[in-house]
């Protein structure tokens, strides 16, 4: 009964690497960019949240859903002001950028709140449990794990039954050709990296109130998002929660056998599949 | 009209003025530094092992991203794996720290095989990504390692660093304490590695393995349609950068005396400030990285006082750089006069229209 409760918790926690993972996938699924700050953003978002709930003494929720705007905003701007001017052949430019942003973002962050730990009040909600059949699961990790099925639905949805979507998925296959359509690429980019961003609040959001966090713990958020992406196959929503799930499992495994194998059989299960399956679970993208 | 002698013939050449008076000037920077250590302080050498060992690392990652064309965020792993290799070598196996850093290279090397076997099969970013989390992988397995500290990390045992090979004829040569007599020998040895790296990857350049793999870098399918084996190279890119990035850090860390797996692993200390030398000078040049560690060093030195603004202003400057100019400054200083100390491209010249005369 043990281990059936120690993998129900691995799931679970899967959920939350594939909201760390959403945002990666969908950035990179349209402008094959890879942004090296994605986990410095997460962490960013998380403090952005912690900041209004002290200020205002709102709930996190409702922080988050007054953050989400700002960081859609941020998204944005970075994407039309910096990033889109790296795009090219050449992936030194987008690489470096973007690791100087995570190196810059992280510091700044630790200027800003000092590197203790932090972590969102949640109330009641962070002890309170169901009871499934001498199962009994927190009622924050199931929140998670629904929060991320519902991210991948809805970027499934509006990739292919609305007209961003289409131009997206347009704009994905040929950006020239997409722009002859009257498609402006840059402000596609600039909209995807946005909505990246949204997912990445909402990631925040479940990682203040899970744990704790402090500035330096972005790099390794970026890794989880990473394995996930490579695990489920480029360009595969789906097949990015099931690499969250994988990588779950894996160190809620690791740790019920030695807590200091955590992390490290995470990143032995990520090996693994990508000697067995060098191109992911359920790859679509051709690179 | 011009009129030659048919019997001039061609030849190729790589050499300029410019690069004839760096050699000699080089030669006499190389004999300065040599005999530093007999009228220069102890923090001034401290801070040239810095400076030269910093360079070593610069160097191969520039070989790798700048002329193998992979962009590794992963060095630390054989930064990491040497320093804990010549650790072995010494606590495990009773070497002496000097051979030990020989063990380190050679350590470096071997875990840089199933390292690329995994690596190569991500492209671009993920590659990037991909070295990584190996790194992080060789630095919990080593966090693991009870006999050499664990996680806490340990010490060179005094015995090994107060007998270690040749300190004791510095310390008599230079009048000196034992533990500054270390300071010189691996001054000594990180200047010999570091003008042995430069060499080394210049001959490389200049050689036919080296056309094949700028050829490589700049367009793969042209490469491979005129015969040369990318695979190959990329390999062989990977493995040499592992060995001398591995001797760095066993060399790094016989200075140190004390290792523990996040400072030796630390993707800050080995990778980030390797990335902003290289690209504050200039990536895909030799003059580059000497250049970025200067600038480097003087920042550091100007800003260390400043914590973590300090690292912020790198990692902006970083951003500017590769935006305004991705060259880097020594990009901007041969855009602007033409100079190249470290020259590579091939010239015609001799024959009847001796270009080299106009």
Same mark, same amino acid.
């Given at each position: 009964?043990?281990?059936?409760?120690?993998?129900?918790?691995?799931?679970?926690?899967?959920?939350?690497?594939?909201?760390?993972?959403?945002?990666?996938?969908?950035?990179?699924?349209?402008?094959?960019?890879?942004?090296?700050?994605?986990?410095?953003?997460?962490?960013?978002?998380?403090?952005?949240?912690?900041?209004?709930?002290?200020?205002?003494?709102?709930?996190?929720?409702?922080?988050?859903?007054?953050?989400?705007?700002?960081?859609?905003?941020?998204?944005?701007?970075?994407?039309?002001?910096?990033?889109?001017?790296?795009?090219?052949?050449?992936?030194?430019?987008?690489?470096?950028?973007?690791?100087?942003?995570?190196?810059?973002?992280?510091?700044?962050?630790?200027?800003?709140?000092?590197?203790?730990?932090?972590?969102?009040?949640?109330?009641?909600?962070?002890?309170?449990?169901?009871?499934?059949?001498?199962?009994?699961?927190?009622?924050?990790?199931?929140?998670?794990?629904?929060?991320?099925?519902?991210?991948?639905?809805?970027?499934?949805?509006?990739?292919?039954?609305?007209?961003?979507?289409?131009?997206?998925?347009?704009?994905?296959?040929?950006?020239?050709?997409?722009?002859?359509?009257?498609?402006?690429?840059?402000?596609?980019?600039?909209?995807?990296?946005?909505?990246?961003?949204?997912?990445?609040?909402?990631?925040?959001?479940?990682?203040?109130?899970?744990?704790?966090?402090?500035?330096?713990?972005?790099?390794?958020?970026?890794?989880?998002?990473?394995?996930?992406?490579?695990?489920?196959?480029?360009?595969?929503?789906?097949?990015?929660?099931?690499?969250?799930?994988?990588?779950?499992?894996?160190?809620?495994?690791?740790?019920?056998?030695?807590?200091?194998?955590?992390?490290?059989?995470?990143?032995?299960?990520?090996?693994?599949?990508?000697?067995?399956?060098?191109?992911?679970?359920?790859?679509?993208?051709?690179? | 009209?011009?009129?030659?002698?048919?019997?001039?013939?061609?030849?190729?050449?790589?050499?300029?003025?410019?690069?004839?008076?760096?050699?000699?000037?080089?030669?006499?920077?190389?004999?300065?530094?040599?005999?530093?250590?007999?009228?220069?302080?102890?923090?001034?050498?401290?801070?040239?092992?810095?400076?030269?060992?910093?360079?070593?690392?610069?160097?191969?990652?520039?070989?790798?991203?700048?002329?193998?064309?992979?962009?590794? *965020?992963?060095?630390?792993?054989?930064?990491?794996?040497?320093?804990?290799?010549?650790?072995?070598?010494?606590?495990?196996?009773?070497?002496?720290?000097?051979?030990? *850093?020989?063990?380190?290279?050679?350590?470096?090397?071997?875990?840089?095989?199933?390292?690329?076997?995994?690596?190569?099969?991500?492209?671009?970013?993920?590659?990037?990504?991909?070295?990584?989390?190996?790194?992080?992988?060789?630095?919990?397995?080593?966090?693991?390692?009870?006999?050499?500290?664990?996680?806490?990390?340990?010490?060179?045992?005094?015995?090994?660093?107060?007998?270690?090979?040749?300190?004791?004829?510095?310390?008599?040569?230079?009048?000196?304490?034992?533990?500054?007599?270390?300071?010189?020998?691996?001054?000594?040895?990180?200047?010999?590695?570091?003008?042995?790296? *430069?060499?080394?990857?210049?001959?490389?350049?200049?050689?036919?393995?080296?056309?094949?793999?700028?050829?490589?870098?700049?367009?793969?399918?042209?490469?491979?349609?005129?015969?040369?084996?990318?695979?190959?190279?990329?390999?062989?890119?990977?493995?040499?950068?592992?060995?001398?990035?591995?001797?760095?850090?066993?060399?790094?860390?016989?200075?140190?005396?004390?290792?523990?797996?996040?400072?030796?692993?630390?993707?800050?200390?080995?990778?980030?400030?390797?990335?902003?030398?290289?690209?504050?000078?200039?990536?895909?040049?030799?003059?580059?990285?000497?250049?970025?560690?200067? *600038?480097?060093?003087?920042?550091?030195?100007?800003?260390?006082?400043?914590?973590?603004?300090?690292?912020?202003?790198?990692?902006?400057?970083?951003?500017?750089?590769?935006?305004?100019?991705?060259?880097?400054?020594?990009?901007?200083?041969?855009?602007?006069?033409?100079?190249?100390?470290?020259?590579?491209?091939?010239?015609?010249?001799?024959?009847?229209?001796?270009?080299?005369?106009?």
């Amino acid at each position: 009964m043990i281990w059936v409760d120690t993998l129900t918790q691995g799931i679970l926690l899967g959920g939350l690497y594939a909201l760390f993972a959403a945002g990666l996938s969908l950035v990179f699924g349209i402008m094959r960019l890879v942004n090296l700050a994605h986990g410095d953003f997460i962490v960013m978002a998380a403090y952005l949240i912690l900041l209004l709930v002290t200020l205002l003494g709102l709930s996190p929720f409702l922080a988050a859903a007054i953050a989400a705007p700002l960081m859609y905003g941020v998204g944005w701007g970075l994407q039309k002001h910096l990033l889109n001017r790296t795009l090219g052949n050449d992936i030194l430019p987008p690489l470096l950028v973007t690791f100087g942003l995570s190196i810059a973002l992280q510091n700044a962050l630790l200027e800003a709140f000092s590197a203790d730990s932090q972590r969102l009040p949640t109330g009641a909600i962070s002890t309170a449990s169901i009871d499934m059949g001498g199962l009994t699961l927190g009622v924050l990790p199931l929140l998670t794990f629904g929060s991320a099925v519902a991210v991948i639905v809805g970027l499934n949805q509006l990739f292919y039954r609305t007209e961003l979507g289409r131009a997206f998925r347009a704009t994905s296959d040929d950006a020239t050709t997409a722009s002859l359509m009257g498609i402006r690429p840059s402000n596609i980019f600039a909209k995807a990296t946005a909505i990246a961003m949204l997912v990445v609040t909402l990631a925040a959001l479940y990682l203040g109130m899970r744990s704790n966090f402090d500035p330096s713990i972005g790099p390794a958020r970026l890794i989880y998002a990473f394995q996930a992406v490579i695990i489920g196959g480029l360009g595969s929503l789906w097949g990015t929660l099931v690499g969250g799930i994988i990588i779950g499992l894996a160190q809620t495994v690791g740790a019920a056998i030695n807590p200091e194998w955590q992390i490290l059989a995470g990143h032995v299960a990520f090996l693994i599949v990508l000697m067995l399956r060098p191109r992911g679970l359920f790859p679509r993208a051709v690179d | 009209m011009h009129t030659h002698t048919p019997s001039t013939p061609y030849f190729v050449t790589t050499q300029t003025r410019a690069s004839q008076i760096t050699m000699m000037l080089a030669v006499a920077l190389i004999a300065v530094l040599i005999i530093l250590p007999f009228f220069a302080g102890r923090v001034l050498i401290q801070d040239m092992f810095f400076i030269l060992t910093m360079l070593v690392l610069a160097q191969f990652w520039n070989l790798l991203a700048g002329y193998g064309g992979m962009v590794s *965020i992963g060095q630390q792993a054989f930064v990491g794996m040497g320093a804990y290799a010549m650790f072995g070598g010494v606590i495990l196996a009773g070497i002496d720290p000097i051979p030990a *850093i020989l063990l380190g290279g050679l350590a470096s090397l071997i875990v840089a095989v199933p390292t690329a076997f995994f690596a190569f099969r991500l492209q671009g970013p993920y590659f990037a990504i991909g070295t990584w989390v190996i790194a992080e992988v060789m630095r919990l397995v080593m966090a693991q390692v009870k006999a050499l500290g664990g996680g806490t990390g340990t010490s060179l045992p005094r015995s090994a660093t107060r007998e270690m090979w040749a300190t004791e004829w510095i310390a008599e040569l230079f009048d000196v304490r034992n533990s500054a007599a270390r300071d010189i020998l691996t001054y000594w040895l990180a200047l010999a590695l570091a003008v042995a790296t *430069i060499i080394a990857i210049y001959a490389l350049l200049r050689s036919k393995p080296g056309l094949a793999l700028s050829a490589v870098r700049d367009n793969p399918e042209a490469a491979k349609s005129v015969g040369v084996d990318a695979g190959r190279m990329k390999w062989f890119v990977f493995l040499t950068s592992a060995f001398g990035t591995g001797l760095a850090g066993a060399l790094i860390y016989v200075q140190k005396a004390r290792i523990s797996p996040d400072a030796a692993f630390s993707v800050t200390d080995w990778t980030a400030y390797v990335l902003f030398i290289v690209i504050i000078g200039g990536i895909g040049t030799i003059e580059g990285p000497i250049i970025g560690v200067i *600038i480097f060093f003087l920042l550091q030195s100007l800003l260390a006082d400043y914590g973590s603004w300090y690292l912020f202003t790198l990692g902006i400057i970083g951003i500017v750089v590769m935006l305004f100019a991705p060259r880097g400054l020594w990009g901007l200083i041969t855009e602007k006069t033409g100079i190249q100390l470290f020259p590579i491209r091939r010239r015609l010249s001799g024959g009847p229209l001796d270009t080299s005369k106009y």
